[in-house]
């Protein structure tokens, strides 16, 4: 490039460089050096397709970037930070690791858009979610329906008072209802071997036992709703005004804050108005599950320190990133 104008900007010497080395090696290894000229049209070539590429990252990024504000945003006028960790968790949990091809193996692919997944008994009320952030998707629709449910799942829980989540974005959406999971893939509320049954369903997605107890701790948010899982008391001193639609049983008395109360609540039992699910109670009677249970009632800096960790690890289980390492927002 020999003129500078601002559709014609200098590039970094480095990258140019890089390059021309590359393109020279090309040359020789197929046996002929480059003619001057040919030399500069490929250098050129190839130097566009690399800013046309990079220019493409950075608009998925600053869509990804506004779509997090809009998030921000919604969550301060609705609180609905409990659903929307649900929607992230729900669209990742039904990864199954002994399924190699993809989308068959499940997880955090976008799939629970559609109306036969939302149906599942397990996504009960979850179409909720996806009307709160259709908006945000429409307004940006280089973010992927994936990238979307599980950015909003881990702002949900950074805005509530909870761990920065390393989050890597760029997953790609399923594009059709036959390629939604298998009900069945999410863990039962009741079952009637709960260590048992956490651990099916956490192993089969390559979690151990304590990613299993840090991600229970999530249960600090939020409520649940008889009509919608059949656990909970239709209202009680906590929810019975809100904020959002009132109702439900909550595991913490303060249900949009984010810390490790719910550890300390369940191991206590003092209160009859919070919820303590067969699957809560069992983090304190499984040995393997209450070295952690204990340890997180104890210390609020290791549970977000876990959370944070188990959490991104959930939030890329099943996905097909493009570009394949993914992209960062910070």
């Not at 890089?18 to 480059?34: D, F, K, Q, T």
């Not at 009132?246 to 550890?263: A, I, R, V």
Request: net charge negative.
């Amino acid at each position: 490039r020999t003129k500078e104008s601002p559709l014609n900007p200098p590039l970094p010497a480095a990258e140019a460089d890089m390059a021309v080395h590359h393109l020279l090696r090309r040359g020789i290894s197929g046996g002929s050096p480059l003619h001057p000229l040919r030399g500069l049209l490929l250098v050129s070539q190839e130097l566009g397709w690399r800013q046309a590429s990079s220019a493409a990252a950075g608009d998925a990024v600053a869509e990804l970037r506004g779509a997090r504000e809009d998030v921000k945003q919604l969550l301060k006028e609705k609180s609905c930070h409990p659903i929307l960790v649900r929607l992230g968790w729900h669209d990742a949990g039904t990864y199954d690791k002994n399924i190699s091809e993809w989308p068959q193996c499940g997880g955090a692919n976008g799939s629970l858009r559609f109306e036969i997944e939302l149906k599942h008994a397990a996504n009960a009320g979850l179409v909720n979610a996806l009307k709160l952030i259709q908006a945000i998707k429409d307004k940006y629709a280089g973010v992927t329906y994936a990238d979307l449910f599980q950015l909003a799942s881990a702002t949900a829980v950074e805005e509530a008072g909870g761990p920065k989540i390393p989050m890597i974005y760029g997953r790609v959406d399923v594009s059709a209802p036959d390629q939604c999971p298998p009900e069945g893939r999410l863990p039962a509320a009741g079952p009637p071997s709960p260590a048992e049954h956490l651990r099916e369903v956490f192993y089969r997605m390559g979690l151990n036992d304590k990613e299993i107890v840090a991600l229970s701790g999530a249960h600090t948010l939020g409520r649940s709703r008889p009509e919608r899982s059949g656990w909970g008391k239709p209202e009680t001193k906590y929810t019975k005004n809100g904020p959002g639609a009132p109702g439900g049983q909550s595991w913490t008395s303060q249900w949009l804050k984010f810390d490790n109360s719910y550890f300390k609540d369940v191991k206590e039992r003092r209160d009859e108005d919070l919820l303590v699910l067969p699957t809560d109670a069992v983090l304190f009677e499984d040995s393997s599950f209450k070295i952690y249970a204990e340890k997180y009632a104890e210390d609020q800096d290791t549970f977000f320190e876990d959370y944070a960790e188990a959490h991104a690890k959930l939030s890329n289980l099943g996905s097909k990133f493009d570009p394949p390492k993914g992209v960062s927002l910070d």
